[in-house]
């Protein structure tokens, strides 16, 4: 069995000063490009039609910005890394090339780590919209923020919706002021007074809902790197041995489209936890 | 086995050196991968045809029982043989899913694409061979998908191949389910647009520079643009469209929302269903013309080859059909005149709608200019690709009524769109598809299809497929509503169920017209006479491989000298000469 030879699978076309892989990698982002350019969209429409009030005023009421901020570091550092295989390959050194490579991996289950543990402070998070205002702490309100105590009765979730069911009570922990874990008393609220309950999930508002949406597609992302991370750690030995200039493209398309991921990120950081 | 034989190394004999499942099922040759396109489109144009069929009989014969099949189809679809509203609504989604997504597109991109580009630029595949493999099973899955979404509870799609929402959020899961089916096929579309650009630009034989490109390669590489550039943000709203349906968010669900009189309180509200319309839409805009251009692409070489002459204006059809591409992703919105979106946007896109009209005449202008002056060669490629040409213009210019935003408030939701688009997309590309599949059968099989079958083809279908829609331009003007179960209650006995009538007995008469092609394309395949590399006397570089090509296309890597559409040329001793071949002094 021949193979085919496909023309400029290594060396660049002098139109494009490109070889094809590269080539085509760059189309792919750009594909990307508009994917996210449709969620971004989504979230400029959904935010800017919002009534005042449905929208937090800056997502750092309710998100985690210096959690934030050090995965925004841990994800440039792993750009940096990637070139750093990259330039390692390019000057014939395989083995820094892995370790830079393996770096890289670290850094990204570093980043889906620290991620995981954000998502799930949201999902224990709970917020309980009223019929009518009560008192809390001094103060008539119509919504409380906080979380539900042990005693409080388990969320049953509607077959048909679901929606969490409303339950016959809660106990809930209000929020501190700055949405700090609250040391305040535990309040009891009847099911009869409580018009919708739900954690901090997709579902409890527009922007939670864009918040999840987006992160969670560009966390696939960085999985979808990570294996491929992955694979050129087992077997790049091998496709290093019968072509080094082949294993050194790879590893530039992967860095390519491990670049954009980052970038992703670096408009994900400001428009969803700081504006 | 005496003599030891070292002659088993020609180019020839690759294709034959691998198992039957490398090189039928699991090939990465763009040739096989071409044809499992084209089989696996032309089965799935078939099916979604059949659907027409049975929901043509309920239009007809509103409350009989559907003939034949009736009483194979499950209660849900159709209760003692009669169709029910569920049933013809969700038929009517998958028609359209269908024909779209599964059939026209993979067709006209994954079959003809796939097989003639790599051919016609000099390439010996594509460039990313695996890739497009992967492209032909990811796309056989989202296939599949769809198809068992018949079978679950509730049945499949039922909210129209468009999927409006809030409608589309409350349906059953056969809607999550072609979701999921969306997301595999946009992605087999993605796959494959990289590809074709990377194989246009790159792989281009020496001398082929991209105005001596064939003009099929140019409407293919401006589709796997708007591939590329339109469907990513579709994917975006499907995802969207899921997270609303399994996640409980809200992005379509606008607050105080009230569904079968129940409050919907559980959930948070603030989305906007106008948000759907417009992602799916700059989506779908763009896909109309992935469906027209390579068609447009097919005309062109058919038209080229039997007039015996340089297509008319080349280079006005290639900058056409780059502005073409450029503007139609800034004209998604006037599909949504009617949603309140308000005047100044409908204006935007009227004008820009108008502007987009333009290089599509010139297209045709050209085309039909070409014609002036040929001696015709009238065989069965030339004669779909001749009847493409006024059923598009017919196509193209009711549609301008549409793209006004004072008429389309008549004319919008009635059968007048369903009979501007499908003929676009009907006589208009699938005829175009019909020409190139006898156009290039030769070069695929090496035998020609009959032209006795050809024609007995040909006509009937030319007939038929007018019954079928001119029909609705007179039923849409008269008001009548489009996906309606029972047209009845509208048309209470009005010279317009007449006409019902007539469009249901065309279609059926239309599917009777297609027995001669299935002949046709089953015994040429084994029978069909023998003939050399370049039975149509053609100049473009898919004729100087030998038919059918081998693994890797040519037995000498060619290169070109000259354009690709050069016929007649005075004081030569052929009337054509071949991109591949020096032209003497």
């Known amino acids: 069995m021949s193979t085919t030879v496909i023309p400029h699978d290594l060396e660049p076309h002098p139109l494009t000063g490109m070889y094809n892989g590269k080539f085509g990698i760059w189309l792919f982002l750009a594909s990307e490009i508009m994917l996210f350019g449709a969620l971004f969209s989504t979230y400029v429409l959904l935010r800017v039609g919002a009534p005042p009030g449905q929208w937090p005023a800056h997502g750092s009421e309710i998100l985690n910005v210096p959690l934030a901020t050090l995965n925004t570091a841990v994800l440039i550092s792993s750009s940096v890394t990637m070139v750093m295989s990259w330039a390692a390959l390019k000057m014939k050194k395989f083995g820094s090339a892995q370790v830079w490579l393996t770096i890289t991996f670290l850094c990204a289950g570093a980043f889906l780590v620290v991620k995981y543990f954000e998502y799930t402070d949201k999902f224990h998070h709970y917020q309980v919209w009223l019929n009518d205002p009560m008192p809390v702490g001094g103060h008539e309100v119509t919504t409380i923020k906080g979380h539900l105590t042990a005693d409080s009765p388990k969320l049953e979730c509607s077959e048909k919706t679901g929606a969490f069911n409303i339950p016959e009570y809660v106990i809930i922990t209000p929020d501190g002021d700055h949405g700090s874990s609250g040391h305040g008393e535990a309040v009891r609220v009847e099911g009869s007074k409580i018009k919708r309950i739900s954690n901090f999930g997709p579902r409890h508002s527009p922007y939670l809902a864009t918040y999840f949406t987006m992160t969670g597609l560009h966390g696939l992302h960085i999985v979808g790197g990570m294996v491929v991370i992955l694979y050129f750690m087992l077997v790049g030995g091998a496709i290093w041995k019968r072509s080094p200039e082949k294993y050194t493209n790879r590893i530039e398309c992967t860095g390519l489209y491990w670049h954009f991921v980052d970038l992703v990120w670096i408009f994900l950081f400001p428009v969803l936890y700081l504006l | ?506 279609a059926w008469l239309l599917a009777l017209a297609q027995l001669p092609f299935i002949i046709n394309f089953f015994y040429s395949m084994f029978k069909g006479r023998k003939v050399d590399a370049n039975p149509w006397e053609s100049t473009t570089l898919e004729w100087a491989a030998p038919s059918p090509p081998p693994h890797g296309n040519f037995d000498k890597t060619p290169v070109v000298y000259c354009g690709p559409y050069e016929y007649s040329v005075p004081g030569k001793s052929k009337d054509y000469c071949p991109q591949h071949v020096a032209m003497e002094a």
């Open chain 2, 1 to 506: 086995m005496s003599g030891h034989h070292d002659h088993s190394h020609g180019h020839h004999d690759h294709g034959h050196d691998l198992p039957f499942w490398r090189k039928y099922i699991f090939s990465v040759d763009h040739k096989m991968i071409g044809c499992q396109y084209t089989v696996t489109a032309l089965l799935f144009l078939f099916f979604g045809f059949t659907l027409m069929m049975i929901m043509r009989w309920q239009l007809a014969y509103p409350g009989q029982a559907i003939p034949f099949i009736g009483q194979y189809l499950s209660k849900d679809i159709a209760a003692d043989g009669v169709l029910v509203g569920d049933g013809y609504n969700a038929f009517g989604a998958m028609h359209g899913t269908i024909m779209v997504f599964l059939a026209i597109v993979p067709l006209a991109v994954g079959g003809f694409g796939n097989y003639v580009l790599p051919l016609q630029v000099g390439a010996p595949d594509m460039a990313f061979p695996k890739l497009n493999m992967m492209s032909y099973w990811v796309y056989f899955c989202g296939g599949v998908t769809m198809l068992t979404s018949f079978f679950i509870k509730g049945g499949a799609a039922a909210s129209g191949w468009t999927s409006y929402p809030p409608l589309s959020v409350f349906a059953s899961s056969g809607q999550t389910v072609w979701l999921l089916g969306m997301v595999l096929l946009i992605t087999s579309s993605l796959l494959g647009s990289v590809n074709f650009i990377v194989t246009t630009v790159q792989m281009r034989a020496k001398g082929l520079s991209f105005f001596r490109l064939p003009f099929f390669v140019w409407a293919q590489l401006v589709t796997s643009f708007l591939l590329l550039l339109a469907f990513p943000p579709l994917e975006a709203a499907g995802v969207l469209q899921l997270m609303d349906r399994l996640a409980g968010t809200s992005f379509f669900m606008p607050s105080g929302l009230v569904f079968s009189s129940e409050p919907q309180t559980h959930m948070s509200g603030g989305g906007s269903p106008l948000l759907w319309q417009h992602l799916f839409w700059f989506l779908a805009h763009p896909e109309v013309y992935v469906l027209i251009l390579p068609a447009m692409g097919i005309v062109s070489e058919v038209i080229a080859t039997n007039t015996r002459k340089p297509l008319w204006g080349y280079k006005s059809l290639v900058y056409s059909v780059i502005f073409l591409g450029f503007m139609s992703f800034i004209v998604w919105a006037h599909h949504m005149f009617m949603t309140g979106m308000g005047t100044t946007l409908s204006t935007f896109f009227q004008a820009t709608t108008m502007v987009i009209s333009v290089p599509s005449v010139i297209v045709l202008t050209c085309l039909i200019l070409s014609l002036y002056g040929a001696s015709i060669r009238y065989n069965t490629p030339m004669l779909f690709a001749l009847a493409f040409l006024p059923m598009f213009a017919i196509g193209g210019l009711t549609g301008l009524p549409l793209g006004l935003t004072a008429s389309d408030i008549h004319l919008h939701d009635t059968y007048y769109v369903i009979g501007h688009f499908h003929y676009v997309v009907a006589p208009g590309t699938i005829f175009a598809m019909f020409a190139g599949i006898y156009y290039w059968f030769p070069k695929v099989t090496g035998r020609k299809m009959s032209e006795f079958l050809g024609k007995l083809h040909f006509w009937p279908s030319f007939v038929f497929i007018n019954v079928v829609f001119m029909p609705m331009f007179f039923q849409g003007m008269a008001g009548l509503l489009r996906r309606q179960y029972d047209q009845t209650e509208q048309l209470h006995g009005s010279i317009a169920h007449g006409l019902t009538k007539m469009s249901s007995y065309g």
